[in-house]
């Protein structure tokens, strides 16, 4: 039976169409049989660095995965890394939700005992260690550091040999010295550099593994998927994912 998910991106789906395209592609590329993924943005998209602007686009995430459910979609995937509004979401739909930054955590502790993110943004040092507390991985997850490298950067590294060869390079600047203090598993934290990685298929750097949060996000939606077709099993709705009444959830489409 084909299933449908909605990937919900934070970038502009006009403005930023080339990066859309490309992650549109990867996703073709590794869905699973059946499965086809369909990208979403936000317009105007999650560029200025702040909370009202995570919390203004996840708003409307929340409406476009009650939009996709509504439209008989399989499972709505977050793909923005600090997975705003991830529990108001799980909590308005009755289908799997999957956030990016939560699912690759989950992955990689089953494939390492010390995990640590790498940003994309020395600013969203502090939004993951909320999250990580949130997730209750703090003695898991034992750093966050950051690059510096501006989005445009990475926009051209996807097209220009030289460039994606110095994002890398400062990639694993950061790495480097992560693993050397017993990290085993690096994920770098968002859309941008999991899908320049992808290319590297299996990478590693002294052993750890870097992790592709995309594919893992995308492996933990199909298992979802799966379990939830095998027997009905979805998110708890005993206390912190219950449904909203009809009244709750026409209120919040009505005024948001």
């Known amino acids: 039976m084909p299933a449908r998910v909605v990937y919900q991106s934070y970038v502009d789906p006009v403005a930023q169409v080339a990066y859309i395209g490309r ?6 590329t590794i869905a699973g049989p059946g499965v086809t993924y369909e990208v979403i943005g936000i317009s105007p998209p999650d560029r200025e660095l702040h909370r009202l602007t995570e919390l203004r686009c996840s708003i409307q995430a929340i409406r476009n995965a009650v939009g996709a459910a509504a439209e008989g979609a399989a499972a709505f995937l977050q793909g923005h890394f600090q997975d705003p509004g991830l529990a108001e979401i799980r909590s308005s739909v009755d289908i799997p939700v999957v956030g990016l930054g939560e699912s690759s955590m989950q992955v990689a502790l089953s494939l390492g005992r010390r995990i640590a993110l790498v940003t994309i943004d020395p600013y969203f040092v502090p939004y993951h260690r909320e999250q990580i507390a949130r997730y209750g991985l703090g003695e898991r997850v034992a750093d966050v550091r950051a690059v510096q490298v501006p989005v445009d950067e990475w926009n051209r590294a996807f097209a220009d040999p030289q460039t994606r060869r110095q994002v890398l390079a400062e990639l694993m600047d950061v790495i480097r010295p992560l693993v050397a203090e017993g990290v085993e598993v690096v994920i770098p934290a968002g859309g941008l550099p999991a899908l320049l990685i992808a290319e590297e298929n299996g990478l590693r ?6 992790l592709n949060s995309i594919a893992a996000a995308v492996a933990m939606c199909e298992t979802a998927i799966r379990l939830h077709r095998l027997d009905g099993t979805v998110a708890s ?9 009809d009244a709750a959830l026409r209120e919040f489409l009505e005024h948001t």
Do not use: E
């Open 237 to 245: 709705r005993a206390g912190t994912f219950a449904l909203p009444s």
């Open 23 to 28: 992650l549109q592609a990867y996703l073709d």
């Open 205 to 210: 750097v002294d052993g750890a593994v870097v």
